[in-house]
């Protein structure tokens, strides 16, 4: 089928590259400007970008598909680039910029998206994090026929993915990855024989985006609430403890029960123990272990390796 794509990160090349190794003609690619990244903060090339000129494919960057919009004229030479490329379909995995309801039309077949939760739960722009934050015990992905709502589409196929006790947003990330990338290929060999399925009103939920806010951890919550959300917040934006003047980030960590009548005497936030073996912290509900975590410009350490150089002692409050 002639394809255009429309994608940009590195779970978007996935899809792209199995679209390409299964023959299909990518006419064209959309994908983000490219953005300012790494300590130098130099322009970095969206994973797609790259994949898609290392294979001599036609790429456009428009900042908005809004023809009424703050780039007009970016918006009106992507529609003439669509348009020119007399696409069967377009297939969308995690662009990032809305389409307009031109674009939807555009192609033969519409717009199909490679969404990585079962619909409609987690409509929205993290599906991967939220999932695990929320201590779901499944979740995998919905190729969708898509309208001008949050996805709303139609569901094509449907493909589960159960969440491990260890699972993190990155190795979730590329499992979920790699089904996508299978069942679009399924997707575009059925093209015209779906028979589409109207998602359900009941159970929407929305994953919102995640914001750098979010990281510091509050010791009133249960340590459970924060043990999913240092798996869901690995590698972005990583969960950080406060001591002092000082942040640290925490990357693993597990709950371990505290006796019922030590609640009444510890304050959520209190360093139990300092050990080789982890850190413990007082909760609002038990304790979380902390076993790896990371200093402003260092590395990330195993809890061995961290209290050798940590001068917190049993009884400090961390800040919540």
Not at 105 to 119: E, K, Q, T, V, W
Not at 157 to 162: D, F, G, K, R, S
Request: aromatic share 6%; glycine share 8%; net charge negative.
């Amino acid at each position: 089928m002639r394809v255009i794509f429309a994608g940009t990160p590195e779970f978007a090349r996935s899809a792209l590259a199995a679209l390409h190794e299964a023959g299909h003609d990518i006419v064209g690619v959309l994908t983000q400007p490219d953005r300012q990244a790494g300590r130098g903060m130099k322009l970095q090339a969206s994973a797609v970008k790259q994949f898609a000129l290392s294979k001599g494919l036609a790429v456009v960057q428009p900042h908005s598909l809004k023809l009424d919009g703050k780039y007009p004229e970016e918006a009106q030479a992507a529609k003439d680039f669509i348009s020119n490329a007399q696409a069967d379909v377009m297939v969308v995995a995690a662009y990032g910029l809305i389409l307009p309801q031109w674009v939807l039309d555009a192609p033969r077949y519409g717009c199909l998206n490679i969404h990585a939760s079962l619909l409609p739960r987690w409509r929205g722009a993290a599906p991967i994090h939220r999932a695990i934050e929320a201590g779901d015990a499944e979740t995998g992905v919905t190729i969708m026929q898509m309208d001008a709502g949050l996805d709303t589409g139609d569901m094509l196929l449907e493909e589960t993915c159960p969440i491990t006790a260890q699972e993190t947003t990155a190795s979730l990330h590329d499992k979920l990855a790699e089904i996508g990338a299978r069942m679009i290929v399924k997707a575009l060999s059925q093209v015209g024989q779906f028979k589409p399925v109207k998602q359900a009103l009941e159970g929407v939920t929305y994953a919102h985006k995640i914001e750098k806010a979010e990281a510091a951890i509050d010791w009133q919550q249960a340590a459970q609430v924060l043990a999913q959300r240092v798996r869901a917040f690995d590698p972005f934006p990583g969960m950080t403890l406060q001591w002092g003047d000082e942040v640290v980030k925490v990357w693993q960590a597990h709950v371990e029960p505290l006796a019922l009548e030590a609640f009444r005497t510890t304050t959520p936030g209190t360093l139990l123990s300092l050990r080789e073996d982890g850190l413990r912290v007082a909760c609002g509900e038990d304790v979380l272990c902390l076993t790896q975590l990371q200093r402003a410009g260092g590395k990330r350490q195993s809890a061995a390796d961290f209290v050798r150089g940590f001068k917190a002692q049993v009884g400090d409050v961390f800040q919540s």
